[in-house]
């Protein structure tokens, strides 16, 4: 065993998202990050080129898969 602790194993402990602790913080950080997209619509701000085409990308990855009203 390496001095840092245990290696760590695959797949991860959580089958919902690795590292997440419990099942409702994916949840809860889609929710944050629809709340923040709404934010930024509402205000008609405007993101750097690439941190919008990000912010799409991300949108369209967990817009499906959310069921989350509003993503």
């Known amino acids: 065993m390496p001095i840092w602790g245990p290696e760590p194993t695959w797949p991860p ?3 919902v ?3 997440s602790r419990r099942e409702g913080e994916l949840t809860e950080g889609m929710r944050l990050f629809g709340a923040v997209d709404r934010m930024l619509q509402a205000e008609q701000r405007l993101l750097a080129p ?3 085409q990000v912010r799409r990308d991300e ?3 967990i817009a499906p898969a959310s069921g ?3 993503l």
Request: no cysteine; glycine share 14%; proline share 20%.
């Open 17 to 19: 998202w690795p590292g």
């Open 68 to 70: 989350l009203p509003g």
């Open 59 to 61: 949108l369209a990855a």
């Open 50 to 52: 690439a941190d919008e």
């Open 13 to 15: 402990a959580s089958p």
